[in-house]
C-alpha cells in the first residue's frame, strides 16, 4: 500500500499561482519507480487527468493545463509537486494526488483549490 497526502490547497484569484505538494508513504515500491501525477475533479463531473510524470521523468499534461503547470518530482524526499501558474476560474476543482506502480493505483484524499475571477 502506498498513502498519499495534498497539502497546498486554497483560494486565489484568477491569474495567481499555487503550488500544491503531495507526500507518499508506506510504499512498498521505490517512489522512484512509479509514475506520479495529478488528477482534478468537479461536481457532477468525471475525475480528469491534470498530468502525470514518469520514473523516466518524461511528462504528459493535458491540453487545458499544459504550459501553465508543472509536474515535479524529489524521489529522495518521496515528494511530488503541481506547480499552477496563471489560474483561471475553470481550474476550480479538487486536486488529487496519484501514483502508479503496474496494475496498482493510488490517490491521496484530495485538496481544494478555488479560483475567483
Known amino acids: 500500500q502506498v498513502q498519499l497526502v495534498e497539502s497546498g490547497g486554497g483560494s486565489v484569484q484568477a491569474g495567481g499561482s499555487l503550488r500544491l505538494s503531495c507526500i507518499a508513504s508506506?510504499?512498498?515500491?521505490?517512489?522512484?519507480?512509479?509514475?506520479l501525477g495529478w488528477y482534478r475533479q468537479t461536481p457532477g463531473k468525471q475525475r480528469e487527468l491534470v498530468g502525470t510524470r514518469s520514473s523516466d521523468g518524461s511528462t504528459i499534461y493535458s491540453s487545458s493545463v499544459n504550459g501553465r503547470f508543472t509536474i515535479a518530482r524529489d524521489n529522495a524526499k518521496k515528494m511530488q509537486y503541481l506547480q499552477m501558474t496563471d489560474l483561471k476560474p475553470e481550474d476550480t476543482a479538487v486536486y488529487y494526488c496519484?501514483?502508479?506502480?503496474?496494475?496498482?493505483?493510488?490517490w491521496g484524499q484530495g485538496t481544494q483549490v478555488t479560483v475567483s475571477s
Open positions: 508506506g510504499s512498498i515500491f521505490p517512489i522512484a519507480a512509479m509514475t
Open positions: 496519484y501514483g502508479r506502480r503496474g496494475s496498482s493505483a493510488f
